[in-house]
Every structure is written in structure tokens, then in C-alpha cells.
């Protein structure tokens, strides 16, 4: 898939533990020139709120935050099953739901479409664009398990928030920056947000 900054991605930020890979994310993506397409839940509000004290659902905020890229985030009700992504016919290159919560997984995983979340990661896969779930939860129980083999036998692209510990990371930042930097490259998005194998340095 050739990506491009001309059609929007969509991001879902779910009521798992992680706002910070969210916040980040979109830092990243809207720096680069990307329009985004965002879709929070009601507790991805709340645990947002909870973790960084950031309120996803604040056009104020948002501006705030996003400054001169502000103007490409297009912020959209889950409830509000009307919006552009939730149709098959709108150009969009994919969907990325980060953090993803079991409830999310299990509603994509049953095709309930019952809100925009669900329902647009409905539609990437029914398109055949690309979907990634960048799960949280531990442990997992067999419903999750079998739930991310459904997703993923359909289409979608399962990338659990699991940073590895082989770049020496340092800090909080470098663990963040290895998950969205893993979800990225899975997506196609050229990045250096953390340092790549080198065999040459396992002696
Ligand atoms: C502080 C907090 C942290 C949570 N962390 C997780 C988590 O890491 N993974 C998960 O699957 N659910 C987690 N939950 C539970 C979900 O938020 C809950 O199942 C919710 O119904 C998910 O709704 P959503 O999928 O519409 O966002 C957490 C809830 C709270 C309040």
C-alpha cells in the first residue's frame, strides 16, 4: 500500500491502560503531515484523564496541544455512526486503535458495529485496508486469545503494546517510542523513533 499524507488515517483510542502511545501517536503522525481521523471511547476519556490528565475530547485542548497541526485532526463521536469513516466508499488508508482494550478486541472480533469504533474497524477489514490492534491487557484469558485469532484470521494485524528491552531503553519515552515506533513500521510509516537491531552488537 503506497501511504499517503493526502488521505487520512483513522485513530481509536480505547479504555486500555496506555494513553500515553495515543497521545504520541498522533503527535508523530499530524508532525509528519497526516490527517487523522480520531475516535476516542468513552473510557479512553477517563483513563486519559486518569493517566495523563489529557482531555482527548477538548477541541481546546487539542488545539493547544497540536498547535499548527491542529487543523488536520478531525475529531469524531463514537456514537456518531453517521460520520465519513464509517462508511466502505471513504477514502481513508487505515485504522490503528492504540491502546486497544479486550472490550474493543471482542466487538471487532464479533463484528457488532455498534459504534464508530467498531464499525470502522468493521470496514477496514470488510475493504481489506489495514487494521492494527495495539492490545493491552495481562494476563490474557482464552476469550481475548481466541478473540485476536479471529481478528487476525480476518485481516487485522495484532500488535500487542510490548516494548522489547534488546535497545537498552532508558527511559519511559524509549519504551513508548519502541511500541508506536513497531506500529508504524507495521503500518508503513517510515520512522526512526528507535534504535534497530544491529547483530553486530550481540557478542
Ligand atoms: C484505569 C483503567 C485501566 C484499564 N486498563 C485496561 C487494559 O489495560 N486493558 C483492557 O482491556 N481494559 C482495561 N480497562 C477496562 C476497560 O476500560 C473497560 O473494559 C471498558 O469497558 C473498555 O471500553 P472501550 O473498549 O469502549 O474503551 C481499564 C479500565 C480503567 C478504568
Not at 51 to 76: A, D
Request: proline share 4%; charged share 15%.
Amino acid at each position: 500500500m503506497n501511504l499517503s499524507v493526502n488521505k487520512p488515517i483513522t485513530i481509536a483510542i480505547t479504555g486500555a491502560s496506555g494513553s500515553i502511545y495515543a497521545l504520541r501517536t498522533l503527535e508523530i503522525l499530524l508532525k509528519q503531515g497526516f490527517k487523522i481521523n480520531l475516535i476516542c471511547s468513552e473510557t479512553a476519556l477517563k483513563v486519559a484523564k486518569l493517566e495523563l490528565n489529557f482531555n482527548f475530547e477538548s477541541k481546546e485542548v487539542l488545539q493547544k496541544h497540536f498547535g499548527e497541526f491542529y487543523p488536520n485532526l478531525t475529531l469524531n463521536s463514537a456514537s456518531n455512526l453517521a460520520a465519513q469513516v464509517s462508511s466502505g466508499s471513504f477514502p481513508s488508508q487505515g485504522m490503528i486503535i492504540i491502546p486497544c482494550s479486550m472490550g474493543a478486541l471482542g466487538r471487532i472480533a464479533c463484528g457488532t458495529s455498534n459504534d464508530l469504533i467498531a464499525r470502522s474497524a468493521d470496514v477496514c477489514l470488510k475493504e481489506r485496508s489495514k487494521l492494527i490492534l495495539v492490545v493491552r491487557e495481562t494476563p490474557l484469558n482464552s476469550i481475548h486469545l481466541q478473540n485476536m485469532l479471529t481478528v487476525s484470521q480476518a485481516g487485522g494485524i495484532i500488535l500487542p503494546a510490548m516494548p522489547a528491552f534488546y535497545h537498552q531503553p532508558q527511559t519511559i519515552d524509549d519504551l513508548v517510542n519502541f511500541v508506536i515506533g513497531k506500529t508504524l513500521d507495521v503500518f508503513g510509516i517510515e520512522n526512526n523513533l528507535f534504535e534497530r537491531w544491529l547483530s553486530s552488537s550481540f557478542k
